[in-house]
T-cell receptor
């Protein structure tokens, strides 16, 4: 059964810092990995989808990497802004079924 | 852009009521999912469906059922609502054409009193 862990659980940084969010997963036989953002009381917004054949994906100030062999993914946020404040969730495919297992998230606060 | 629409943002229901949560997607995705999200427990899979009229139990199906009569619509049914079903409910869809990237709806915050 897939298990996804995210570290740290919470992070508070001053505006402008570069930061790294970590995600690890136990079953490396995945076909992709997805990062989401969630604002309080809202649904999930997809940030980046990395296929198993890729090592990284970039969108604007966001860069996500995937290392299947070690069971790790990182989300790099460059030049953080107060608008980046949200919870960031990592999700990997379940073992044996087409559904996602989620980490518990990293709650990010960027101070102006 | 793929859109997943959940019919209600907020719902308040009484204990024992039958509750229907509706989810519609507009990109012909074959796979649809219902999750619930609770503080400290994260997102947990309730039910999912790979195709019309197909359904599979997730990790916490007790007290719920689903219906998928049309490809674009996946309904979650609380047969007799209880206070422990107060939660945020999230619907999602995906397909092979989308490289199995998931799109989520905006969520329904259900309160059972």
């Amino acid at each position: 059964k897939q298990e996804v862990t995210q570290i740290p659980a919470a992070l508070s940084v001053p505006e402008g810092e570069n930061l790294v969010l970590n995600c690890s997963f136990t079953d490396s036989a995945i076909y992709n990995l997805q990062w989401f953002r969630q604002d309080p009381g809202k649904g999930l917004t997809s940030l980046l989808l990395i296929q198993s054949s890729q090592r990284e994906q970039t969108s604007g100030r966001l860069n996500a990497s995937l290392d299947k062999s070690s069971g790790r993914s990182t989300l790099y946020i460059a030049a953080s802004q107060p608008g980046d404040s949200a919870t960031y969730l990592c999700a990997a495919p379940d073992t044996g079924r087409r559904a996602l297992t989620f980490g518990s998230g990293t709650r990010l606060q960027v101070q102006p | 852009d793929v859109k997943v629409t959940q019919s209600s943002r907020y719902l308040v229901k009484r204990t024992g009521e039958k509750v229907f949560l509706e989810c519609v997607q507009d990109m012909d995705h074959e796979n649809m999912f219902w999750y619930r999200q609770d503080p400290g427990l994260g997102l947990r899979l309730i039910y999912f469906s790979y195709d019309v009229k197909m359904k599979e139990k997730g990790d916490i199906p007790e007290g719920y059922s689903v219906s998928r009569e049309k490809k674009e619509r996946f309904s979650l049914i609380l047969e007799s609502a209880s206070t422990n079903q107060t939660s945020m409910y999230l619907c999602a869809s995906t397909s092979r054409q989308a490289n199995y990237g998931y799109t989520f709806g905006s969520g329904t915050r259900l309160t059972v009193v």
